[in-house]
């Protein structure tokens, strides 16, 4: 089974950009879907933006569009997460997982990551 390894996050400034990674463990990768959660303090995880296997599909939270990118690169078994105009409340642990459908559902979600924190100051 894959497993996946979350990097990038940091302690940035609001308006700042950050690129998050999801770097999968072997060459199966390439069959999965993948998409990024996070979780606020005091809060439930959710839904951030999600790719199919393939890249030619995308979707993204209401409140992320046009500040959030998700991409993808099957050789390197790594998806980005390119975040712009961050905000505080983005701030959280943000968390990459595997699932073999598209859209992203997360009761159908097969691997999660450990995930990486984002903190955004004000």
């Known amino acids: 089974q894959v497993q996946l390894v979350e990097s990038g996050g940091a302690l940035v400034q609001a308006g700042d950009s950050l690129t998050l990674s999801c770097k999968a463990s072997?060459?199966?990768?390439?069959?999965?879907?993948i998409g990024w959660f996070r979780q606020a303090p005091g809060k439930e995880r959710e839904f951030v933006a999600g790719i199919s296997w393939s890249g030619g599909a995308t979707d993204y939270q209401d409140v992320v569009k046009g500040r959030f990118t998700i991409s993808r690169d099957n050789a390197k078994k790594t998806v980005f997460l390119q975040m712009n105009n961050l905000k505080p409340e983005d701030t959280g642990v943000y968390y990459c997982?595997?699932?073999?459908?598209?859209?992203?559902?997360?009761?159908?979600?097969?691997?999660w990551g450990q995930g990486t924190l984002v903190t955004v100051s004000s």
């Open positions: 072997d060459r199966t990768f390439g069959r999965y879907c």
């Open positions: 997982a595997a699932d073999r459908e598209y859209p992203i559902r997360p009761s159908s979600i097969e691997v």
